[in-house]
């Protein structure tokens, strides 16, 4: 048992320091935080206000109904290890998962020739396959024609259901001159009763148009006024662009610039 516990405390560092989390810190302290857990206290799973209070340093009237932080790190993480184990760590004898409605971690031994499997190149495959009998252009040929029936099949059932979607927030059928492909890509945009948001970057600068202007450095400008009301020309033709084409689908957007874009405002897109 103990030595089972040092490999899979082993196996964690090990992915503390891997590439496919090089640079993200939350999940690394989110990871390290539910192995504690796992490991010490076996068979029991960490409440989600524990994780937001003793991870992420939320206050103690944290509400999960409210802030969904938890959530979204352990399924960034989730996704974090499946990445690392199709990758860097496909020749690793342990596994380390979260199963979903829990965020207990949960160990496994790889199972015999699993990490082989896992790295095969399609080549490989080819070859596997055409020694086991089966003529791999045959099997190429018939996942290709699967591959177009079920684009095809998906496609017919995506714009079945946004058009019922569509009518059943009452939005006014597109002209019937608006090509197919604009209705049909924009059209999940129009069926939230929220007017869409167009957030466009737009950088901090110091000095005067009239004398000349350059970025703000945090290093040397502290003190310095800057002017943060000066948007780039891409940003600017975008805006155009979509607004655009939400008046071809008579919608309306709202349009902010994203230094002034509040928790607010995105809890009202939710």
Known sequence: MDRDRTRHREQVEKLISCRTLHGSESLCKLLHY????SLERSGTSPKEY??????FGRPKDFDPHLDSTVRVQAGRLRAKLAEYYASEGAEDQ???????????????????GGARNLAASPQESFREASRGGQNPRNWLVAAIILSVILSVAFTIATDRFLTHRTVAAGVEPESADMP??????????????????????NAAFVGRPTSGM??????????????????????????HALDNVFGELHQQLRVKRGSLFSLDDAKIMI
């Open 34 to 37: 539910l192995a504690d857990h």
């Open 50 to 55: 524990q994780i937001a209070t003793e991870v």
């Open 94 to 112: 342990i596994l380390i998962d979260i199963p979903r409605g829990t965020y207990a971690l949960a160990f496994h031994d790889r199972p015999q």
């Open 180 to 201: 197919t492909a604009l209705r049909v890509f924009w059209r999940g945009f129009l069926t939230n009763p929220q007017e869409p948001w167009v957030i466009f970057s």
């Open 214 to 239: 350059r970025y703000y450095n945090s290093a040397r400008d502290r003190q310095t006024h800057t002017l943060d009301h000066y948007t780039g020309v891409g940003e600017v033709l975008a805006v």
